[in-house]
């Protein structure tokens, strides 16, 4: 069987996906220390720092975050065909066919689906749930960093009400992160296993391959 290359996604694109992966995990691992501290903090600021170190380190990985969030969005409204948000949101007739289709393959009832260079619709939706969640992240997150008196202050108030409300939403976001993420990496690499098309790889090298034929 013979192959063709697709250029599916932009060096931005590649570069945002690994650092907001690889932010979320520093992310997610200070975020834990912050929330239930497993040092004896009575020593901070004495002879211990941990608290304060874990902090910086989460308020560094949450500017990785942001970034990475911020050449998103940006890619959602300038970037390549695949990148744009409308080819991956089931909204479209076209796009709603496919979301039938992902949903049939991945329930083991059909065996075939259709083959695009974007994301397929299915997954598309999960995306953009997740780039809510990562917005609301940012809000909780500049708001619990700056609560007294900044712009985030007045959006805080106005999205999550007290700042303990904020500091909650802020702790079941990153919970709603690792259901995605389990189901995410499980899903990647069952679709890569399946189809030669080179998805993981894909996120490294930009191509994804496809039968020559079609
Ligand atoms: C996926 C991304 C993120 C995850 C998983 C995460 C996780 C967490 C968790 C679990 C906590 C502890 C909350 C609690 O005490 O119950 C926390 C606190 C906090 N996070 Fe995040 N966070 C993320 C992104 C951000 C971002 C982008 C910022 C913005 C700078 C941020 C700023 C803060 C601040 C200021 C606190 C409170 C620190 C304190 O009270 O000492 N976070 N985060
Ligand atoms: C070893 C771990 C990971 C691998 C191998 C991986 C691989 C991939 C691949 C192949 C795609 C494209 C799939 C498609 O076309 O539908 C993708 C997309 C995506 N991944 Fe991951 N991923 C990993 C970890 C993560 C983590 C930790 C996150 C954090 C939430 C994440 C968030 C995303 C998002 C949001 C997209 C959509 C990309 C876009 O914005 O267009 N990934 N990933």
Request: aromatic content about 22%.
């Amino acid at each position: 069987m013979e192959y063709e290359r697709k250029y599916a996604w932009s060096p931005l694109l590649r570069f945002y996906h690994w650092a907001f992966a690889l932010s979320i995990v520093f992310l997610s691992v200070s975020g834990f220390f912050i929330h239930f501290p497993w040092s004896n903090t009575n020593l901070e600021g004495s002879q211990t720092y941990y608290m304060s170190e874990w902090r910086y380190i989460h308020f560094s990985a949450g500017f990785v975050f942001m970034c990475a969030l911020v050449a998103r969005i940006y890619l959602l409204i300038f970037g390549n065909k695949q990148e744009k948000l409308l080819d991956f949101i089931p909204v479209t007739p076209k796009n709603i066919v496919n979301f039938f289709k992902t949903i049939m393959y991945y329930g083991y009832i059909k065996d075939k689906t259709e083959h695009r260079t974007g994301h397929n619709t299915f997954a598309g939706l999960f995306y953009v749930v997740v780039f809510i969640l990562a917005i609301l992240q940012c809000l909780s997150g500049l708001f619990l960093l700056y609560p007294e008196g900044s712009l985030w202050t007045g959006i805080g108030y106005s999205i999550f009400s007290a700042q303990q409300d904020a500091r909650h939403v802020h702790y079941l976001i990153m919970w709603g992160f690792f259901v995605f993420i389990l189901s995410h990496i499980y899903i990647v690499i069952w679709n890569d296993i399946k189809e030669p098309e080179g998805l993981i790889s894909s996120m490294f090298n930009g191509y994804k391959f496809f039968e020559k034929e079609r």
